[in-house]
């Protein structure tokens, strides 16, 4: 019984430890647009606390059309920032390099393109924004989010 205890101890230390880590990165939640484009990311919280949901999307006409789904968790004792794009590929896994209440840098030296994501919060008077990129292979794509929502 002690040993049983002792187990569900561990278990909800950890569970608030994801929950207190991922809540570093609340500044993503909300709804994104893409500067002079109908591009959108919307993040909000996972119902148990311990991720970040993302989905991008564009507007073509009337037609919403999906483009990802991403998971932003903590595990592992690192941050991982996880796109699924619409399409046959499997998520592939960024793992965080650097973080700060600013933004973050998620890599992965093995997958063809991107290689690594880059994300910046900007606050300004007027609005929030993220400057945002994905590189690889010294190419870079830039993208300038400003927070609708």
Same mark, same amino acid.
């Given at each position: ?8 101890? !561990? ?29 959108? =990311? ?6 148990? /606390? ?10 073509? /006409? ?12 903590? =595990? ?10 619409? /399409? ?27 290689? !690594? ?33």
């Amino acid at each position: 019984m002690k040993k049983q205890i002792m187990i569900m101890s !561990v278990c909800l230390l950890i569970a608030g430890a994801s929950q207190a880590q991922v809540k570093e990165f609340a500044w993503l939640v909300g709804t994104w647009k893409i500067k002079d484009k109908m591009v959108f =990311e919307r993040w909000k919280p996972a119902r148990d /606390g311990k991720a970040l949901e993302g989905f991008s999307f564009r507007i073509k /006409g009337t037609d919403t059309v999906a483009m990802e789904q991403i998971r932003f968790i903590y =595990e592992g004792n690192s941050f991982h920032y996880i796109p699924d794009l619409a /399409g046959d590929q499997p998520p592939v896994d960024f793992k965080l390099t650097q973080h700060n209440a600013q933004g973050f840098v998620a890599e992965n030296p093995q997958h063809d393109f991107p290689k !690594v994501i880059r994300y910046k919060l900007i606050r300004k008077e007027n609005a929030d924004v993220i400057e945002a990129s994905i590189e690889g292979d010294g190419k870079v794509i830039p993208y300038h989010f400003e927070r609708v929502k």
